[in-house]
């Protein structure tokens, strides 16, 4: 069973930046994909963020783009998610995703918020 640590979360004002980290148990060697996922307060789902293949593809969704940059480190086994340019909108739970071999494992997640 594959444990995801999530870390970094934090209030940080509109323009700031924050970097998540996710932390696995277990080697990120042979993922299919590791994903950042968010749900904001009220909504009814998660949404993703920013994705990241077992080589370095990658891909992110159209709010983030040109601001949030995911990268993995597999010989530390991390995840992480540098975010800049920080909006409000952008406040939520962010959650670390890992699918492999057909599976899904989640993280607990760790508290964006972004305001003044």
């Known amino acids: 069973q594959v444990q995801l640590v999530e870390s970094g979360g934090g209030l940080v004002q509109p323009g700031g930046s924050l970097n998540l980290t996710c932390a696995s148990s277990?080697?990120?060697?042979?993922?299919?994909?590791m994903v950042w996922y968010r749900q904001a307060p009220g909504a009814e789902q998660r949404e993703m963020v920013a994705a990241i293949n077992g080589g370095r593809g990658t891909k992110y969704r159209d709010s983030v783009k040109g601001r949030f940059t995911i990268s993995k480190d597999i010989v530390k086994r991390t995840l992480s998610l540098q975010m800049n340019s920080l909006k409000p909108e952008d406040t939520a739970i962010y959650y670390c995703n890992l699918k492999r071999g057909g599976l899904n494992y989640w993280g607990k997640g760790t508290l964006v918020t972004v305001s003044t």
């Open positions: 277990e080697s990120i060697f042979d993922i299919d994909a």
